[in-house]
T-cell receptor, first 113, second 113 residues
Framework: SQQGEEDPQALSIQEGENATMNCSYK?????LQWYRQNSGRGLVHLIL?????REKHSGRLRVTLDTSKKSSSLLITASRAADTASYFCATENSGGSNYKLTFGKGTLLTVNP | DVKVTQSSRYLVKRTGEKVFLECVQD?????MFWYRQDPGLGLRLIYF???????EKGDIPEGYSVSREKKERFSLILESASTNQTSMYLC????????????FGSGTRLTVV
């Protein structure tokens, strides 16, 4: 069952611009995580935000969480061609099994040089 | 460098064959997971394990089984491979004691002909 839904499905920007991706989910969560996947490879964990947190930063990444709207956003600032990848949100649902994550379908980000 | 290793990057098997996908992690993680990833469907959880000899069904366990005889190794078994099991298979692991990101393997792209 899908929990997170990313928006947009695809995003194309120029190098140096900011990229914003959104994720909506349906049930209460313990935390929400963002992952990156380069073409044909495994996923790489980027950042985790707990349900009692509203914003978190890591380098050029900024994640926000609005539990009242059941949504999150991932902002990548000053994008680079190397940021080209698919980005997934994943939720750990409240009351669920230990740290089992449910993933969305992803946003494909293309950063043009 | 800590990591999750999947035994094969690409695999081609015939319909009806019994297929073993192996995953080994060197981080002493308690939790291990098997997902499959298909275009338009995102990542779907097949099975997961919290401990040695322990397993739980995910969202799409039909046609699959798993084995975890040692903490570091989690095997996915396709009892009788079918063409609809052609997919990218991703193994992941995580800590049990606190919420943390998953560490993924590079994936096995399985083609059943």
């Amino acid at each position: 069952s899908q929990q997170g839904e990313e928006d947009p499905q695809a995003l194309s920007i120029q190098e140096g611009e900011n990229a914003t991706m959104n994720c909506s989910y349906k049930t209460s969560i313990n935390n929400l995580q963002w992952y990156r996947q380069n073409s044909g490879r495994g996923l790489v964990h980027l950042i985790l935000i707990r349900s009692n947190e509203r914003e978190k930063h890591s380098g050029r990444l900024r994640v926000t969480l609005d539990t009242s709207k059941k949504s999150s956003s991932l902002l990548i600032t000053a994008s680079r061609a190397a940021d080209t990848a698919s980005y997934f949100c994943a939720t750990e649902n409240s009351g669920g099994s230990n740290y089992k994550l449910t993933f969305g379908k992803g946003t494909l980000l293309t950063v043009n040089p | 460098d800590v990591k999750v290793t999947q035994s094969s990057r690409y695999l081609v098997k015939r319909t009806g064959e019994k297929v073993f996908l192996e995953c080994v992690q060197d981080m002493d993680h308690e939790n291990m997971f098997w997902y499959r990833q298909d275009p338009g469907l995102g990542l779907r959880l097949i099975y997961f394990s919290y401990d040695v000899k322990m397993k739980e069904k995910g969202d799409i366990p039909e046609g699959y089984s798993v084995s975890r005889e040692k903490k570091e190794r989690f095997s996915l078994i396709l009892e009788s491979a079918s063409t609809n099991q052609t997919s990218m298979y991703l193994c992941a692991s995580s800590l049990a004691e606190l919420p943390s990101g998953y560490t993924f393997g590079s994936g096995t792209r399985l083609t059943v002909v």
